[in-house]
C-alpha cells in the first residue's frame, strides 16, 4: 500500500473503540495518531499540526472535554477540521454542532465503514487525494 497523504488525529478514551478506529483509517490508507484524553489529543496535536488532516474527538472525556479541546484546536488553528463523536446524541452541544454542520458528527455506536466514509467525506471538502484512500478502503474490506 502507497505512504498515505491523509493523517487523522483519533482522540477517544475507550481504549477498545480507540484502536478499531485507529485500525479503520490504517486500512482505508490514512495515518492515525491516537490519544486517549483531551490534554493527549492536544499534545499529539501540538507534536504533528503540520501533518494533521482531521481530528476525530469524543465529546465526553476525562479532564478536557471534546468541545474544551476543539475550541482549542481551533485557536491554535483556526479551520481545523473536526468530526465529533458521542453516544450522548441527545445533548445541547451536539444539537448544536449537528444544526450548524451534521456531517461533523458521528453518533456511537457507528460501524467501521461509517467512520471511514464521515472521513473520507471531511477530507474530500477540501482535497481530492481522499478518492484513495477511499479505494484503499474499499479495496480492503473487500
Do not use: C
Request: aromatic share 4%; glycine share 8%.
Amino acid at each position: 500500500m502507497e505512504k498515505s497523504r491523509f493523517t487523522v488525529l483519533v482522540v477517544e478514551e475507550e481504549v477498545s473503540l480507540r484502536r478499531l478506529m485507529l485500525r479503520a483509517l490504517r486500512r482505508g490508507g490514512i495515518d492515525p495518531i491516537g490519544a486517549a484524553d483531551g490534554a493527549g489529543g492536544l499534545e499529539a496535536f501540538l507534536a504533528n499540526n503540520e501533518r494533521i488532516d482531521l481530528v476525530v474527538l469524543d465529546m465526553i472525556m476525562p479532564g478536557m472535554s471534546g468541545l474544551d479541546l476543539a475550541a482549542e484546536l481551533e485557536r491554535r488553528r483556526p479551520g481545523v477540521k473536526i468530526l465529533y463523536t458521542s453516544g450522548h446524541g441527545t445533548s445541547i452541544a451536539m444539537a448544536s454542532i449537528q444544526r450548524q454542520s451534521a456531517d461533523r458528527v458521528l453518533l456511537k455506536p457507528f460501524k467501521q465503514q461509517a467512520l471511514m466514509e464521515r472521513v473520507v467525506h471531511l477530507l474530500a471538502l477540501s482535497d481530492v487525494r481522499s478518492a484513495q484512500a477511499a479505494r484503499n478502503w474499499e479495496r480492503e474490506s473487500a
